[in-house]
């Protein structure tokens, strides 16, 4: 069994608005977390219909570090995309967590029990307000979204881990 960590805590209060970095931060269920922008109901997607799932997003910092190295243009070469975990602009970057085998699986962050809804896939919007090569090199690593079951604060360093039977 695994179990990994939360390395970094990120919301926005606005649409395209940067990333700010927190120690902790308030999960709410069917909410989102406490000052993000989807909770808010001030983010890119909260004006369409489909927009839920976003109460939280995750990724694997394994991923944006993988970026640097791992991405290629049309000609094969290698682009370097060095990009924080913060300007991923998931809310939550992990450390040693299966993010893609989470989806429909309900796992602890700390104190706060959440279930993966879905694959967080990049989208052209992360790719204008960072730079060229994010898209493609995020397809299938872009993380995870997520819906709140408890309430709870999330903390940097605290455990994550599959919730057992």
């Known amino acids: 069994m695994w179990q990994g960590s939360v390395v970094s805590i990120h919301i926005a209060k606005k649409d395209s608005a940067p990333m700010e970095s927190l120690p902790a931060v308030r999960a709410v269920p069917g909410r989102g977390l406490e000052g993000d922008r989807y909770f808010l109901g001030t983010g890119f997607y909260s004006r369409k219909a489909s927009h839920g799932g976003r109460e939280v997003t995750l990724i694997e910092t394994e991923a944006v570090e993988a970026l640097l190295d791992g991405v290629e243009n049309a000609e094969g070469r290698r682009l370097?995309?060095?990009?924080?975990?913060a300007e991923t602009r998931r809310n939550l970057a992990t450390a040693g967590v299966p993010l893609n085998h989470l989806v429909e699986?309900?796992?602890?962050v700390g104190p706060v029990l959440l279930v993966g809804t879905?694959?967080?896939?990049?989208?052209?919007?992360?790719?204008?307000?960072?730079?060229?090569?994010?898209?493609?090199g995020l397809i299938h690593r872009g993380g995870l979204r997520a819906r709140i079951l408890s309430e709870g604060v999330i903390r940097v360093g605290d455990v994550v881990r599959p919730k057992t039977a």
């Open 105 to 108: 699986r309900e796992f602890w």
């Open 80 to 85: 370097g995309i060095t990009l924080s975990p």
């Open 118 to 136: 879905r694959l967080c896939e990049p989208c052209k919007h992360l790719e204008n307000l960072t730079q060229q090569g994010v898209m493609a």
